[in-house]
């Protein structure tokens, strides 16, 4: 049917493209779902978080929000993706609210964040570190699918 050296070539060609490293690309995922009263849901780099809505009167605020002191735990998140050697990373750290008040580390500190008029419970946003994606599964995957084929045919001999 085809030739060895055909073959040959075709078995090789699998191969290289079964070992070539998987492309990442520079994506960032969806924010998160939840995130306490006086924070907004964003995501970078550094994974989704709970950005707090700072103000300073109720001017900065927008649709019927006023500005009000919570009790927040903040935390810092780095939005850094791939930067050149001459950019200084904490160019892109941003606060979080990480935690609620009863589990921070750093305690809670009154901060002015935009909220919605005569409630709220305060704050807490929990947030999960952003994990990579599974690197080298699919080279493996299709180097083990070109053994088996190649383990068919021979047997077909």
Do not use: K
Request: charged content about 20%.
């Amino acid at each position: 049917m085809y030739s060895r050296a055909m073959r040959a070539f075709a078995f090789a060609a699998l191969l290289a493209l079964a070992l070539a490293p998987a492309a990442h690309a520079d994506v960032v995922g969806p924010p998160p779902d939840d995130c306490p009263a006086g924070s907004t849901p964003e995501s970078c780099h550094g994974g989704p978080y709970c950005a707090p809505s700072r103000c300073e009167t109720d001017a900065d605020c927008a649709d019927g929000t006023v500005c009000e002191a919570r009790d927040l735990c903040l935390s810092t998140v780095s939005c850094a993706g791939l930067l050149p050697p001459d950019v200084d990373p904490a160019e892109f750290d941003r606060d979080a609210v990480s935690t609620d008040c009863g589990s921070c580390e750093a305690g809670c500190a009154p901060i002015a964040v935009c909220v919605a008029p005569g409630g709220g419970d305060g704050g807490g946003c929990a947030t999960t570190p952003a994990t990579p994606a599974s690197r080298g599964a699919a080279p493996l995957g299709l180097a083990l699918l070109a053994l088996a084929a190649l383990a068919t045919r021979l047997r077909r001999r």
